[in-house]
């Protein structure tokens, strides 16, 4: 089946370090992705990994791929009050439409 | 840097009235989407669309709604007899299908069903 599953809440201190986890049950996928939305806002795209990869580092975010466990996480480095927001975790299927199936996403919650 | 477009931002009709949100996808990309996002829910596909014609799509996606692309740039969603749980947030999407191929998303349209 189709599935990608996110815990629903995180709270992290500002200037601490944030972990999102996802797993994912389709090992078809060709993209995972993490999105960021605001309150009342658009998806935010803000990283991507290829399946055939391990690790994504970008600025203050890592992205770690273990693909035999269907796993995913997002490391957010000194997390900041502006980093409060929901996280979803997606992926892309390679079925003919190439359909993107997100997660239920994650609160995540910076206190200052 | 190039992006997806959608209109309007925000639609308000009563139900069973007919509604077409637009979208324009990035000038190149071959591969079209809508999902969907109700209130406080998870975004769910809808559709994906190539080469003129639906390539997949939900279960959600039934006989009420169509997709179609009118002339180069323009790709529509129409809902034939909106209910009030078509209420949600409807994203476009696009993707080039070559290279980095990834979905680019558009603002989103906010759909309000009275």
């Known amino acids: 089946g189709e599935d990608v599953e996110q815990s629903l809440f995180l709270s992290v201190r500002e200037g601490d370090s944030s972990v999102i986890n996802c797993t994912y049950t389709?090992?078809?996928?060709?993209?995972l992705y993490w999105y960021k939305q605001e309150p009342g806002a658009g998806l935010q795209l803000l990283t991507y990994?290829?399946?055939?990869?391990d690790m994504k580092q970008d600025q203050r975010l890592t992205v770690l791929l273990n693909k035999k466990d269907k796993h995913l996480s997002l490391r957010i480095a000194d997390t900041q009050t502006g980093d409060s927001a929901i996280y979803f975790c997606?992926?892309?299927?390679?079925?003919?439409?190439?359909?993107?199936?997100f997660g239920a996403g994650t609160r995540l919650f910076v206190k200052a | 840097e190039p992006e997806v477009t959608q209109t309007p931002s925000h639609q308000v009709t009563q139900m069973g009235q007919e509604v077409i949100l637009r979208c324009v996808p990035i000038?190149?990309?071959?591969?079209f989407y809508w999902y969907r996002q109700i209130l406080g829910q998870k975004v769910e596909f809808l559709v994906s669309?190539?080469?003129?014609?639906?390539?997949?799509k939900s279960e959600i996606f039934d006989d009420q709604f169509s997709v179609e692309r009118p002339d180069g740039s323009n790709f529509t969603l129409k809902i034939r007899s909106t209910k009030l749980e078509d209420s949600a947030m409807y994203f476009c999407?696009?993707?080039?299908?070559?290279?980095?191929?990834?979905?680019?998303f558009g603002p989103g349209t906010r759909l309000t069903v009275l």
């Open positions: 999407a696009s993707r080039d299908g070559q290279g980095v191929d990834t979905q680019y």
């Open positions: 389709d090992s078809s996928s060709t993209y």
């Open positions: 990994i290829f399946s055939n990869m």
């Open positions: 997606a992926e892309t299927l390679n079925t003919g439409g190439f359909k993107t199936i």
């Open positions: 000038s190149n990309h071959l591969y």
């Open positions: 669309f190539y080469n003129n014609e639906i390539s997949e």
